[in-house]
Structure formats: structure tokens, C-alpha cells
């Protein structure tokens, strides 16, 4: 009994101590904290973790002005009941060093810029607030055992976290990329029409071509 007591891998505690915007990265990227905190005495020689995050959406509350702009995604307010649920948004897989004591592990989670994707959608809705998230830790701890032993054992299925972005720290990393900028994904036969309606224009930029697109529907 004492000898299975001895061999059982630590029971590493993680949790989120934050979640900000990279201010340096070609690419919108948010850097989640994550907390690992090993048993006393515990060695863990290293991890190799994948982190997926997935937004729940069913714990947020929207205003009149959300809910019209995600009827998209969820249909009519009325149907929600049925079709408001989870969205995935981003993972990321990271490999952590030896630690002893609790340690801080940084995790580069990429943010789609893609507005056909749903992730995107969702975001780009909301007004202001909080992004209600599923973090799921996978992956796989080497440790040291009681004679010195490397062991490798799975991360138990049930690590999952729970945690809240603020949609200002979202907005920031797509800011830092591409400020004051939205992307449009186009069909080449589309993309080939605004082109050539923006060289009979002799426009010099893709605002003033969607500019005077707009005036003419209005017209």
C-alpha cells in the first residue's frame, strides 16, 4: 500500500492568475498566467501542455444592441435557449521546464483576425464587459520518483478552468496588430469586381473605394 502511495505521480494545482494582450506580436495574441503549483517536495521535471479555450457564451448577459448583432451566430433571442452555448476560440501547446515551487507559466493563445469565423463574430458583438471562458489543460508531466525515476503520466481529463477576459483586453491584442483595422475574407471573383470598379475610380485606397460603394447605396 505504501509502495502505490510512493509511485503516485504529484498532484500539480493549476490555476489563472491573468489574461493580457502581447503588445509585440505580428499577430493578435493574448498571453494567459497560468499557476502550477507542485505538492511539497514534489519534483516535476516538466510538462508538456495543451491549452484550449472555448467561450461560454451562456454565461454572459447581452443588451438589445448584442443581441441583434449575434443573431448571426444564435438566431432570435427567443431561440436562445436552445442554440446559446459554447464557442471555441483558440488553443496553444507549451512546453515547461523543471520546477520545484510554484511557477508562472506564460501561454501565447492567437486571436483569428478572420471575421468569417464564429470566435470572431462573437467578439467583434459585444459592447463592452466580460468574456466568459472554458480553459481544458491536456497534456503530459514527467516527474521525479521517490528513487529518482523519471515518470510521465497524462493530465487527469478533468483539468479545467474557468476564468473571465475583459473584451477591452481582447480588442487591445487586436488593436496592437492591426489598429483601427477589420479583415474581410472575399471570393476572388468578388475581390476582381472591387478591383476593377476601384481602377475605373482611380482610387487610391480600399476606403475610398467602399466609401463611394457605400454613397452609391445610399443614393
Avoid at 29 to 36: E, Q, V
Wanted: charged content about 25%; hydrophobic content about 45%.
Amino acid at each position: 500500500m505504501n509502495a502505490l502511495a510512493a509511485s503516485a505521480p504529484p498532484a500539480v494545482r493549476f490555476s489563472i492568475a491573468g489574461v493580457d494582450a502581447l503588445h509585440e506580436s505580428a499577430l493578435p495574441t493574448l498571453r494567459m498566467r497560468l499557476r502550477a503549483e507542485p505538492p511539497a517536495g514534489a519534483t516535476i521535471l516538466g510538462l508538456a501542455l495543451a491549452v484550449r479555450v472555448r467561450i461560454a457564451a451562456d454565461r454572459r448577459r447581452y443588451d438589445d444592441a448584442e443581441r441583434e448583432r449575434l443573431g448571426e451566430l444564435f438566431g432570435a433571442p427567443e431561440q436562445w435557449t436552445r442554440s446559446l452555448g459554447g464557442v471555441p476560440w483558440t488553443e496553444a501547446s507549451v512546453n515547461v521546464p523543471r520546477f520545484t515551487s510554484p511557477a508562472t507559466i506564460d501561454v501565447p493563445l492567437p486571436c483569428t483576425y478572420d471575421f468569417e469565423v464564429a470566435s470572431a463574430k462573437y467578439l467583434a458583438a459585444l459592447g463592452d464587459g466580460a468574456i466568459p471562458v472554458d480553459v481544458l489543460l491536456t497534456g503530459t508531466m514527467y516527474y521525479a520518483a521517490d528513487d529518482g525515476r523519471l515518470q510521465a503520466v497524462r493530465l487527469p481529463w478533468d483539468t479545467d478552468l474557468t476564468t473571465r477576459v475583459p473584451v477591452a483586453t481582447w480588442r487591445a491584442a487586436i488593436d496592437a496588430a492591426f489598429p483601427d483595422a477589420a479583415w474581410l475574407r472575399l471570393r476572388r471573383g468578388t475581390f476582381a469586381a472591387l478591383q476593377a470598379y476601384r481602377s475605373r475610380h482611380a482610387f487610391t485606397s480600399w476606403e475610398e473605394t467602399f466609401a463611394s460603394l457605400l454613397r452609391e447605396g445610399r443614393a
